[in-house]
């Protein structure tokens, strides 16, 4: 048996055919049309899904089910409250893409399926208990808990970027202060780079933008912090802190074997897995057992389409 797992996010539709240990037979990839609303954005699925299986000469009959990764949150029937980036409201996007393809959707957050995608076939592969954590544009989360994705009584739970860590100077997209994403993503890394520059201080980073410090990059700050630049290195310090309190309270809860770390900020690769290690003990409560292991992410792109089909392979 195969499945279609369709990674679905503010420019890109990602999908692809996958089979039973989560190999990816074929994929395709299309821009999302947002401005023209949900049903055109499922009418492009369905072609792409058709695409798909005619790339791979078979029938629509050896396709088991669909699995759809989305940026927001939604319940377990597919039906999504909201996805900020594609400004979706209410919108039954399982119910519409089963009406077009005859076959069984399952729709979760984009984070908690790429939880999945590690669980089956990367980093986490075999770990029964493990926290998957994308530190991206913003931070998105899943946990995975005796071999299966958690999200909660409703289904909208394992949103770890919005665990409240601290005051920050700015307030998060959800409306509170203080969330982990404020302090972890790439966004907040940029947005504390610049408010350091702002308040005057030199930095390696005014000549590598030319004065324009909008455009300076999470990439960016870790290389000049790799060149002994201070106030990069003052920045990611900072993260570093955050997360490591982040990653600690979720040890500290779930006491997971191993904690994945995938997103753009990942990049920085064992950099920032070293200076991690070296912090987060000093948050965890009980040092006398070893505690999570901290890895990076492998899925890489590859994480919503391979996880997407195997949440729906696990639903079905
Ligand atoms: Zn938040």
């Not at 958690?150 to 998060?172: A, T």
């Not at 610049?194 to 308040?199: A, F, R, T, V, W």
Request: charged share 20%; with cysteine.
């Amino acid at each position: 048996m195969k499945y279609i797992g369709i990674d679905l996010g503010g420019t890109s539709i990602k999908a692809g055919l996958v089979n039973e240990v989560g190999e990816i037979l074929k994929r395709c990839s299309e821009p999302t049309p947002v401005k023209e609303g949900y049903r055109a954005v499922v009418q492009v699925m369905v072609e792409m899904i058709d695409q798909l299986i005619k790339q791979e000469g078979i029938s629509k009959e050896e396709i088991n089910c669909i699995g759809v990764g989305i940026p927001g949150v939604c319940n377990k029937e597919g039906f999504v409250y909201y996805a900020t980036n594609l400004f979706w409201e209410n919108i039954p996007l399982a119910e519409a893409l089963q009406e077009k393809t005859g076959l069984s959707v399952y729709v979760e957050n984009d984070a908690t399926v790429a939880a999945m995608g590690e669980s089956v076939k990367g980093a986490l592969t075999g770990v029964k208990n493990a926290i998957f954590l994308t530190l991206g544009t913003g931070v998105g989360g899943g946990l995975v808990i005796n071999n299966q994705v958690y999200s909660g009584n409703h289904g909208i739970g394992s949103e770890l970027g919005h665990m409240v860590i601290g005051e920050n100077f700015y307030d998060c997209n959800c409306g509170n202060n203080g969330c982990l994403e404020t302090f972890a993503s790439a966004t907040a890394l940029t947005k504390y780079t610049q408010k350091l520059i702002k308040e005057g201080k030199e930095s390696m980073l005014i000549e590598k933008t030319q004065g324009e410090i909008e455009a300076i990059t999470a990439k960016l700050i870790f290389e000049c912090a790799y060149h002994g630049d201070a106030v990069s290195i003052q920045a990611i310090e900072r993260l570093v802190k955050y997360l490591s309190i982040g990653i600690a309270n979720l040890i500290n809860i779930l006491a997971p074997e191993v904690i994945a770390i995938g997103g753009g900020v990942s990049q920085a690769g064992d950099y920032l897995l070293d200076k991690l290690n070296k912090t987060i003990p000093q948050y965890v409560w009980c040092n006398h057992v070893p505690h999570a292991k901290i890895v990076l992410a492998e899925l890489k792109n590859d994480a919503g389409i391979i996880g997407s089909a195997m949440f729906a392979r696990a639903r079905d």
